[in-house]
C-alpha cells in the first residue's frame, strides 16, 4: 500500500501547494509511482500542473467526494509519466457545507482514495488553509501530516494548533496518523527572526523538523505560472536543488521506518 501523506497548514500562503507539487514531481522522477491530490477549492496545484479547470467539465474531485464517482475515472495524467494529480476546481468550497450533514463525512477521501491506492507508492494531499472538513477529510485519508511553515512571528502558534487539530483527528478517526516533520520554507537568508523562529520549531518538535530547508527562490514562484513543477521549470534552480533534497531526505525517511 502506498505511504499517505497529507500536506497541511491552516495558515495561508506558506507553501502547502509548491510543497505539494515539487514533492510529488521529485518523487515521481526518483521513479516512484506518486499521486497528488487537490483537496483545495482554490485548485492552484491543478493548474500548478497545467490543467485548465474549466476544461475539465465538472470532473473533479468534487464529484468523487459528494457524488460518489471512482477516483479512477477522475484522475489525469501529467507531463511526468509517474505522476498522476487528483484535479480540484472551485465547486469544492461548497462541499464544506454540503457535507455537514452527511453520514461518515470525515471518510469521503479515505473512501474515494481506497480502491486506487495499490496503484501507486505514494499519494499526497494538498488541503486548503483551514482546519474545517476538508483538511480533516485529508488528515483521515493519511498515514502522516508533512507541514511547511514560513519563519514568522506566530509560526509556532499555528503549528501547536494544528497539531491540536491532528491530535483529536488521530483520536477520533485515525489512530495510526502521525507527524512525518515540519519543513521550513520561503527561508530568507538569515535574519534574526528566521533564526529565532527556527529555533523555537526545533525546540518545540525536536524530532520532526526536516534539515533541508526550502530558500525564497523566485524561480520556484514562477513555475506554476507555466504549468511545471520545477523540475521541468529550471532543474538547475536553488528551489529545484532543495526540493529534490528535501525529496531525498523523506524517502530515506521513509525507507527507514517501518509503515
Ligand atoms: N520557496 C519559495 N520561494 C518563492 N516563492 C514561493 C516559494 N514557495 C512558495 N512561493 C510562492 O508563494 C505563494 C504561496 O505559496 P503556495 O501557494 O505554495 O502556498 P499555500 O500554503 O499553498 O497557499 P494557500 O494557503 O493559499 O493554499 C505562491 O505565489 C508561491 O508561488
Ligand atoms: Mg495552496
Known amino acids: 500500500m502506498p505511504r499517505i501523506i497529507a500536506i497541511a497548514n491552516q495558515k495561508g500562503g506558506v507553501g502547502k501547494t509548491t510543497t505539494a507539487i515539487n ?7 526518483a521513479e516512484r509511482r506518486a499521486l ?10 491543478t493548474s500548478g500542473l497545467g490543467i485548465d479547470t474549466d476544461r475539465l467539465d465538472g ?4 464529484r468523487g467526494i459528494i457524488d460518489g464517482v ?16 487528483l484535479p480540484s476546481e472551485r465547486s469544492l468550497t461548497g462541499a464544506e457545507l454540503e457535507l455537514v450533514d452527511q453520514p461518515r463525512r470525515e471518510y469521503r477521501l479515505r ?15 494538498d488541503c486548503p488553509p483551514s482546519l474545517g472538513l476538508l483538511t480533516v477529510n485529508a488528515l483521515v485519508a493519511a498515514d502522516a501530516v508533512l507541514v511547511p511553515l514560513q519563519c514568522e512571528f506566530f509560526a509556532l502558534a499555528g503549528v501547536s494548533e494544528l497539531m ?5 483527528v ?20 538569515r535574519t534574526n527572526l528566521t533564526a ?3 529555533e523555537d520549531v526545533r525546540a518545540a518538535f525536536p524530532q520532526a523538523v526536516f534539515d533541508s530547508v526550502v530558500p525564497r527562490n523566485v524561480r520556484l514562484a514562477e513555475a506554476p505560472s507555466f504549468g511545471k513543477p520545477i523540475l521541468l521549470y529550471d532543474i538547475r534552480s536553488k528551489g529545484a536543488e532543495a526540493y529534490l533534497d528535501l525529496t531525498k531526505e523523506l524517502l530515506r525517511h521513509e525507507e527507514k521506518s517501518p509503515r
Open 23 to 29: 514533492i510529488s514531481a521529485s518523487v515521481a522522477a
Open 36 to 45: 497528488v491530490v487537490d483537496m483545495d477549492p482554490q485548485a492552484n496545484l
Open 59 to 62: 470532473q473533479t474531485i468534487y
Open 70 to 85: 471512482s477516483a479512477e475515472g477522475l484522475i489525469l495524467d501529467t507531463e511526468l509519466e509517474k505522476l498522476k494529480v
Open 111 to 125: 473512501e474515494l482514495l481506497a480502491p486506487i491506492a495499490a496503484s501507486f507508492d505514494f499519494i499526497f494531499i
Open 164 to 168: 491540536t487539530t491532528v491530535s483529536r
Open 170 to 189: 488521530r483520536a477520533s478517526f485515525n489512530p495510526q496518523l502521525t507527524v512525518l516533520g515540519i519543513v521550513f520554507t520561503m527561508v530568507d537568508g
Open 196 to 198: 529565532q523562529v527556527m
